[in-house]
């Protein structure tokens, strides 16, 4: 019973590793290990020959080296009943160098050989083991082996106290099948490493790259990218596009646990194909204005170098521009411009206007228009100021009059564009020439009045036109005619 419950014992543990049959790509790692093993004993003696013993135990402490070799410790223990009648539980204690041939494969055959050590017989023997066998990898951790081992035991009779001329030693052997654990396994460097993605790119296409390294390595790994731009990123995977045509030498470093850094790198061409012009955006920044105030316009404009664009404001005013922002070196124009076109403009006269903008390279031509609205100001809609009246026969401003041109001096304070003709005229009474100079001296009075409020003087023209013919729209006005008697303020609109 018992022996069979080291059988069920040993498939349990083959069991619990099944699932991790499907990885890929499983190989031993390097690091601590312990085997242990189960199957039957095999001896070769004076009183055996060739027999197949009921059981042995096979158990070993170890350390796993990169390249496939071993050294460990181990115990072969069993019971060998037909070795002798007086000594057959034997304990082999071994000194082993292992090699597996295949190290980074997960089925592989190996050789172990070194000496050992024999009790329980006769006497304490020694000699050398060597075993054949085989091992397959479950997980990173976990192998599962089969093993054939005999140890030569010196002197002849160490085993069973006989000494017949047979053979000058005595042979105790295992055959059978175990698992093999490693406990901590150490990290596995980065044996290959390589670079996926794209070898040619359109000028500010994104390309995607990603670095793969063997399957074995331990992870995690970090990398470390060069763009050949001047651009760095990390991780596994990157996207990247370039702002100029050329040839760009990708390159990415990986590192992990194991301290072993690998390069790699990937060469990619960005091409671009030449585009006519395009006006991607226009948009000015206001769409109805007072005249005289400033509208901004903006867009957005993109092709190959060089370009050419022309604003037109409708009102007899245009702007030319010529743009070749990406030179490589002279004589050679490269990529696609993206150029942000700006101007303000100020329109003089109120009206409906369309603003055009055109845009072309040696490839084509784009247009865009918008529609502005300039309407008048307060300033625009004044056509004549308050007139100022006079006594008769005097050319002297009234506390009245100066009030009146106290407020049509505010106005032109606050209209600097207004330009005004100051009529001075009489009524019909008196001689002609009288009446001429007196109109001018009472037109000069309200041209001085302006100009000690602030006036400039170019903006203020005077003349008198003398008297004004009967009849008076006010009879009982007497003498002469009160509302003849005055200066007129009359705004005029030069040509903008």
């Given at each position: 019973?018992?022996?069979?419950?080291?059988?069920?014992?040993?498939?349990?543990?083959?069991?619990?590793?099944?699932?991790?049959?499907?990885?890929?790509?499983?190989?031993?790692?390097?690091?601590?290990?312990?085997?242990?093993?189960?199957?039957?004993?095999?001896?070769?003696?004076?009183?055996?020959?060739?027999?197949?013993?009921?059981?042995?135990?096979?158990?070993?402490?170890?350390?796993?080296?990169?390249?496939?070799?071993?050294?460990?410790?181990?115990?072969?223990?069993?019971?060998?009943?037909?070795?002798?009648?007086?000594?057959?539980?034997?304990?082999?204690?071994?000194?082993?160098?292992?090699?597996?041939?295949?190290?980074?494969?997960?089925?592989?055959?190996?050789?172990?050989?070194?000496?050992?050590?024999?009790?329980?017989?006769?006497?304490?023997?020694?000699?050398?083991?060597?075993?054949?066998?085989?091992?397959?990898?479950?997980?990173?951790?976990?192998?599962?082996?089969?093993?054939?081992?005999?140890?030569?035991?010196?002197?002849?009779?160490?085993?069973?106290?006989?000494?017949?001329?047979?053979?000058?030693?005595?042979?105790?052997?295992?055959?059978?099948?175990?698992?093999?654990?490693?406990?901590?396994?150490?990290?596995?460097?980065?044996?290959?490493?390589?670079?996926?993605?794209?070898?040619?790119?359109?000028?500010?296409?994104?390309?995607?790259?990603?670095?793969?390294?063997?399957?074995?390595?331990?992870?995690?790994?970090?990398?470390?990218?060069?763009?050949?731009?001047?651009?760095?990123?990390?991780?596994?995977?990157?996207?990247?596009?370039?702002?100029?045509?050329?040839?760009?030498e990708i390159q990415v470093q990986a590192?992990?646990?194991?301290?072993?850094?690998?390069?790699?790198?990937?060469?990619?061409?960005?091409?671009?194909?030449?585009?006519?012009?395009?006006?991607?955006?226009?948009?000015?920044?206001?769409?109805?204005?007072?005249?005289g105030n400033f509208v901004t316009f903006?867009?957005?404009?993109?092709?190959?170098?060089?370009?050419?664009?022309?604003?037109?404001?409708?009102?007899?005013?245009?702007?030319?521009?010529?743009?070749?922002?990406?030179?490589?070196?002279?004589?050679?124009?490269?990529?696609?411009?993206?150029?942000?076109?700006?101007?303000?403009?100020?329109?003089?006269?109120?009206?409906?206007?369309?603003?055009?903008?055109?845009?072309?390279?040696?490839?084509?031509?784009d247009s865009v228009q918008a529609r502005?609205?300039?309407?008048?100001?307060?300033?625009?809609?004044?056509?004549?100021?308050?007139?100022?009246?006079?006594?008769?026969?005097?050319?002297?401003?009234?506390?009245?009059?100066?009030?009146?041109?106290?407020?049509?001096?505010?106005?032109?304070?606050?209209?600097?564009?207004?330009?005004?003709?100051?009529?001075?005229?009489?009524?019909?009474?008196?001689?002609?020439?009288?009446?001429?100079?007196?109109?001018?001296?009472?037109?000069?009075?309200?041209?001085?009045?302006?100009?000690?409020?602030?006036?400039?003087?170019?903006?203020?023209?005077?003349?008198?036109?003398?008297?004004?013919?009967?009849?008076?729209?006010?009879?009982?006005?007497?003498?002469?005619?009160?509302?003849?008697?005055?200066?007129?303020?009359?705004?005029?609109?030069?040509?903008?």
């Open positions: 019973m018992r022996h069979g419950g080291l059988r069920y014992g040993f498939f349990v543990l083959l069991l619990l590793a099944a699932p991790d049959l499907l990885a890929q790509r499983v190989w031993v790692a390097p690091g601590p290990f312990l085997r242990f093993g189960y199957g039957p004993s095999l001896s070769e003696t004076d009183y055996s020959t060739y027999a197949i013993e009921p059981y042995a135990l096979k158990g070993e402490l170890g350390y796993q080296f990169p390249l496939g070799l071993s050294l460990g410790l181990a115990y072969e223990g069993g019971n060998y009943p037909k070795v002798s009648r007086t000594y057959h539980r034997f304990h082999v204690i071994q000194g082993l160098l292992r090699w597996r041939v295949f190290p980074f494969k997960r089925l592989s055959h190996y050789f172990n050989i070194g000496p050992h050590i024999t009790l329980g017989g006769y006497k304490t023997g020694f000699g050398i083991n060597a075993a054949l066998g085989a091992d397959y990898v479950l997980t990173r951790n976990v192998a599962f082996f089969v093993e054939g081992s005999a140890n030569a035991v010196f002197p002849d009779r160490a085993s069973e106290g006989i000494r017949s001329g047979r053979a000058a030693f005595d042979g105790l052997g295992f055959l059978g099948a175990g698992l093999r654990i490693t406990f901590r396994p150490l990290p596995i460097p980065i044996r290959t490493l390589n670079i996926e993605g794209p070898a040619q790119l359109q000028r500010r296409e994104y390309g995607t790259f990603t670095a793969r390294v063997d399957d074995q390595a331990t992870q995690p790994v970090s990398y470390i990218w060069f763009m050949g731009d001047g651009a760095q990123y990390t991780g596994p995977v990157v996207e990247h596009r370039y702002r100029l045509p050329g040839r760009y590192r992990n646990a194991a301290g072993v850094v690998r390069t790699a790198t990937h060469l990619v061409e960005v091409v671009e194909t030449p585009r006519a012009v395009r006006i991607v955006a226009f948009q000015p920044l206001a769409d109805t204005i007072k005249r903006e867009a957005q404009i993109e092709g190959a170098p060089s370009i050419r664009y022309f604003w037109n404001f409708g009102d007899g005013n245009g702007m030319l521009t010529t743009d070749n922002q990406y030179r490589l070196e002279e004589g050679l124009r490269a990529g696609t411009m993206s150029l942000h076109a700006r101007t303000s403009h100020r329109f003089d006269r109120p009206g409906t206007y369309t603003v055009s903008l055109i845009a072309d390279n040696e490839l084509g031509r502005i609205v300039v309407e008048p100001t307060a300033c625009d809609l004044i056509s004549t100021l308050e007139s100022v009246s006079f006594e008769f026969g005097r050319s002297t401003l009234t506390d009245s009059a100066r009030a009146v041109l106290e407020r049509n001096a505010r106005v032109l304070q606050s209209c600097p564009e207004l330009v005004v003709q100051l009529v001075g005229y009489t009524d019909y009474v008196g001689g002609e020439a009288f009446n001429a100079l007196l109109s001018l001296r009472r037109a000069l009075a309200v041209y001085n009045y302006y100009q000690q409020q602030g006036i400039e003087p170019e903006r203020l023209i005077f003349r008198g036109l003398g008297e004004l013919p009967p009849p008076c729209p006010n009879p009982a006005d007497r003498p002469g005619c009160r509302e003849l008697r005055r200066v007129d303020t009359i705004v005029i609109r030069w040509p903008r």
